[in-house]
């Protein structure tokens, strides 16, 4: 059974920092493109990070550019997103998710956005974890 289960959650308070970790059971990280997705309140869903281990691409959705980082520890099969800088408009709950098919595809090339953050191209999604940003 694939299990992707994500932690370190909760409140910060405007400019400060949380380190969000998303543990997988089941699958190996090698082996599938990462990505990261929020959902803010009365809002849709919506992809902010991506990585693959192919060749270590990384890619930011612009809200979090330069204050979000992507990372991996393969041997602990977890992969990481720090969040610095934080916002109110960072407030919602953030779920992991896995794609095989974006692992392969990302062997031919660069992955434009629209297909990064397509929800159908990935296979497996943690139960999401809440953020609160706030004074």
């Known amino acids: 059974e694939v299990q992707l289960v994500e932690s370190g959650g909760g409140l910060a308070q405007i400019g400060g920092s949380l380190r969000l970790s998303c543990e997988a059971s089941g699958i190996s990280f090698m082996d599938y493109a990462i990505g990261w997705f929020r959902q803010a309140p009365g809002k849709e869903r919506e992809g902010i990070a991506w990585?693959?281990?192919?060749?270590?691409?990384?890619n930011y959705a612009d809200s979090v550019k330069g204050r979000f980082t992507i990372s991996s520890d393969y041997a602990k099969n977890t992969i990481f997103l720090q969040m610095d800088s934080l916002k109110p408009e960072d407030t919602g709950v953030y779920y992991c998710a896995v794609s095989v098919h974006l692992h392969v595809r990302s062997l031919g090339g660069p992955i434009s956005r629209a297909v990064l953050w397509s929800e159908g191209n990935y296979d497996y999604w943690g139960q999401g974890i809440q953020v609160t940003v706030s004074s």
């Open positions: 990585s693959v281990s192919t060749d270590g691409t990384t």
